[in-house]
Nanobody
């Protein structure tokens, strides 16, 4: 299984980024896919996930600003991040598998929000 994240970078507060996670080696459409983030000194927390059926969950801190979506034809999950804040700065990780499972993880992509 391989998960490859892309789309991270540096952006000013209020800006937008779109993260992508391309998956291979698994039956993508059957997996819950999630985005997690980890800032220095903090634990890795759920940002958003989307089930195989398309149901989504978003952390309270990102509701109204972030959107998670998936394209099963492309084996890819996306995280659209709008109205970014400095506190969104973290390494963002893609995960294949539900929250209560060990699952598979990508290598992470850095998102930095700073003026």
């Amino acid at each position: 299984v391989q998960l490859v994240e892309s789309g991270g970078g540096s952006v000013q507060p209020g800006g937008s980024l779109r993260l992508s996670c391309a998956a291979s080696g698994l039956i993508f459409r059957s997996y819950t896919m999630g985005w997690y983030r980890q800032a220095p000194g903090n634990q890795r927390d759920l940002v958003a996930d989307i089930t195989s059926g398309g149901s989504t969950t978003l952390a309270d801190s990102v509701k109204g600003r972030f959107t998670i979506s998936r394209d099963n034809a492309k084996n890819t999950v996306y995280l659209q991040m709008n109205s970014l804040k400095p506190e969104d700065t973290a390494v963002y990780y893609c995960k294949a598998g539900s929250r209560d499972r060990l699952g598979y993880w990508g290598q992470g992509t850095q998102v930095t929000v700073s003026s």
